[in-house]
Nanobody, 124 residues
């Protein structure tokens, strides 16, 4: 079955950096659009970033543009989220997601599979 396992979360001071990783198994990774979502306490889940099959197209929500970078390694079946200049409002559980629905998922936020999440806490 499909498994998505996130890692790399933790506690960091404002202005710091973290790199999240998501290792995928049980799917043809290079055929899936991959994404990152986050959910802060008391808030709805937010779509943060997405990347197309070969990494040629990406999406970022406005609040992270210029600070976060999504990338993927189709040999290692892993997607990454490099987070720089972190702010306290970035504090959330970050979830990796995979979509086999096609390129449109990059924009319409419809994903099929989800990881368990990794906690990111940014202190002020």
């Amino acid at each position: 079955q499909v498994q998505l396992v996130e890692s790399g979360g933790g506690l960091v001071q404002a202005g710091g950096s973290l790199r999240l990783s998501c290792a995928a198994s049980g799917l043809t990774f290079s055929s899936f659009v991959m994404g990152w979502f986050r959910q802060a306490p008391g808030k709805e889940r937010e779509y943060v970033s997405g990347i197309s099959w070969r990494g040629t197209s990406t999406y970022y929500t406005d609040s992270v543009k210029g600070r976060f970078t999504i990338s993927r390694d189709n040999v290692r079946n892993t997607v990454y989220l490099q987070m720089d200049s972190l702010k306290p409002e970035d504090t959330a559980i970050y979830y990796c997601a995979a979509s086999g629905r096609g390129y449109g998922s990059l924009w319409n936020r419809e994903y099929d599979y989800w990881g368990q999440g990794t906690q990111v806490t940014v202190s002020s």
